[in-house]
């Protein structure tokens, strides 16, 4: 029963953390990846769809993104959904392809963009703090119901806190990586 909670509790972690290297994979470095775009949503049809769902998008070269759409109606639509983005990016199209052209960093830029990594960061650690919370929520009730004994229940929050500072760890290392990549020139 203690096991399940704690596997459970594990489980939950693990989503945070990948949840939270999908967002880090959002943010704009100074490379092209088409992981950029995996938030873009594109008016097709007057339904939002992922844009990686309607196009091939690649990085030909280390500053260039090519995105090709699989129905060439919607070009203007992918221009402007990723116009309309916070990415800061301007496309071009040559009626067939989009080119989305990567620039170099400033490094007010490179700073804004590590508070806000650092800020994703954190929301990732709450989020596994809070699958702690509700697992020892869980346990308490268990030991309320006398289904559990109190030194069960202690070994078991032992057990879900270190899981959780393994969880809160594997978010700072993917943070200092993150931020080296965006500091990197």
Do not use: W
């Not at 919607?74 to 983005?85: P, T």
């Amino acid at each position: 029963m203690i096991e399940d909670f704690v596997s459970d509790a594990n489980q939950r972690m693990d989503k945070s953390v990948e949840a939270t290297h999908e967002h880090f994979n959002s943010v704009r470095t100074g490379r092209a990846a088409p992981a950029l775009l995996d938030r873009i949503q594109v008016d097709y049809y007057g339904t939002p769809t992922p844009l990686k769902n309607m196009a091939t998008i690649s990085a030909p070269e280390p500053r260039l993104l090519s995105i090709q759409p699989f129905d060439p109606s919607s070009l203007r639509g992918v221009e402007k959904a990723i116009m309309e983005s916070d990415l800061g990016l301007t496309p071009s199209n040559d009626g067939k392809v989009i080119r989305l052209p990567i620039p170099q960093l400033t490094e007010e830029r490179r700073k804004e963009l590590v508070k806000l990594v650092r800020h994703m960061a954190e929301e990732g650690r709450v989020a596994v703090r809070n699958v702690r919370r509700d697992a020892i929520k869980h346990l308490e009730v268990l030991v309320k119901d006398g289904d559990v004994g109190d030194d069960d229940e202690r070994a078991a929050e032992a057990r879900v806190q270190k899981v959780t500072d393994d969880h809160v760890a594997k978010i700072d290392e993917l943070l200092k990586r993150k931020e080296a990549e965006i500091m990197e020139v």
